[in-house]
């Protein structure tokens, strides 16, 4: 590189000298320590918010009303929610602390009424999911929320996470939150089923699997699979106890947990998926008459010595874009790809012949 010197005499020579060592060895940005907003974790906008002062006293009118519609049926409201859940249930509410929320609304002069109100709700709603869902529903509501402790509590996150009122399970207590604009609102439906449901999948457990994963297994897979089964045993000439269905919960639930699968509800959806590969696969058998022809299955014995017959999510497949088959030490696998996870099930096992 070459610069013109405007100065003269020894200090100019020195000055251009200088200016060329630094446009040759550039010194790093000063900020270069500072992370590109890219590599920043993502902010929480969640703010935890410190309750309102409880009420010091409330009135004569409003302590009758605690007393004659809260505090003297709250015994039986507890004994309705452990004989519904099979084991001792207590509910905690403080009056003093919810009173300051009212709005000048139904809890102001009714203060008894309204937490006796949340209170039935819930129970309603837990005897109407476990109807739905079978007496597993229970068992899993006493294992996520085992304080066995039912609650209402002012929502304390702004943005509030509900528009009047929901529910979550925290320090194993399961909460009833009301929004603090909206007191005696709605108050049976605090535990719907889409309030309800999400605040046990996100509840803390050591359970190899979420509950959406748990639930869709007991609800989609299991009371089905037992038909699909004998289908495969049937095309095959076996008979059900000798072949083995493998749908590999706890691996592919790991494999997706730490992937993307293009599917945000895949965990509401894990048993029904997993059946459906099943099915697609006893689909494809008969469609290449594997239950006719006796080469074609004599060749699909013979390949898949262990008659077993699996699901497998992996990383990366060996012939097709969303599933396949493959043979592998003598077990079938249905493979399928986080991203493709639940795309054209019902053809992954079509090139099965070709596998032989």
């Known amino acids: 590189m070459r610069l013109l010197a405007i100065k003269k005499g020894p200090l100019a020579v020195q000055e251009v000298q ?28 969640s703010v935890t918010m410190a309750p309102l002062p409880p009420a010091e006293k409330l009135s004569l ?31 905690e509410a403080d009056p003093k602390a919810i009173w300051p929320y009212h ?37 899993e509501i006493n294992d996520l929320a085992h304080a066995h402790v039912l609650t ?49 999948n996100a509840a803390p457990s050591d359970k190899p699997f979420s509950f959406h994963a748990r639930n869709s297994i007991r609800q989609d897979y299991e009371p089905a699979i037992g038909a699909v089964k004998k289908d495969i ?20 639930f790991a494999k997706l947990s730490e992937s993307k699968p293009s599917l945000e509800d895949w965990q509401e959806r894990l048993g029904n998926f997993t059946l459906k590969y099943f099915e697609g696969l006893a689909y494809q058998m008969k469609y290449q008459k594997v239950g006719e ?40 696998y249905i493979q399928a790809k986080p991203d493709t996870f639940g795309t054209n099930i019902d053809y992954a096992a079509q090139k099965l012949v070709d596998q032989l």
């Open 61 to 91: 009118a409003v302590r009758k009303n605690v007393r004659d519609e809260w505090e003297n049926n709250k015994a039986d409201l507890e004994k309705q929610l452990s004989e519904l859940l099979g084991t001792e249930w207590t509910v």
């Open 18 to 45: 200088h200016l060329q060592h630094h446009l040759e060895h550039p010194h790093p940005p000063l900020f270069n320590s500072i992370p590109h907003s890219s590599q920043l974790p993502p902010l929480n906008t």
């Open 103 to 139: 709005n000048d609304g139904y809890a102001k002069e009714s203060l008894g009424s309204c937490i006796k109100a949340y209170v039935e709700g819930a129970i309603y709603q837990i005897k109407y999911l476990s109807g739905r869902y079978g007496s597993e529903f229970a068992t």
């Open 293 to 332: 022809d006796e080469l074609i299955q004599e060749g699909l014995l013979e390949a898949v010595s262990k008659n077993e017959y699996a699901l497998r999510i992996v990383d990366t497949l060996t012939y097709d874009s969303y599933g396949e088959v493959v043979v592998e030490d003598g077990v079938l």
């Open 233 to 252: 045993a049937d095309l095959l000439g076996k008979s059900v106890d000798e072949i083995t269905i493998n749908p590999n919960f706890e691996a592919n």
């Open 152 to 200: 209402l509590e002012v929502e304390d996150q702004d943005p509030a996470r509900f528009s009047y009122n929901g529910c979550e399970i925290k320090d194993g207590k399961l909460r009833i939150l009301f929004n603090e604009t909206c007191l005696g609102t709605n108050v049976d439906y605090a535990l719907q089923e889409n309030s309800l449901l999400p605040a046990l």
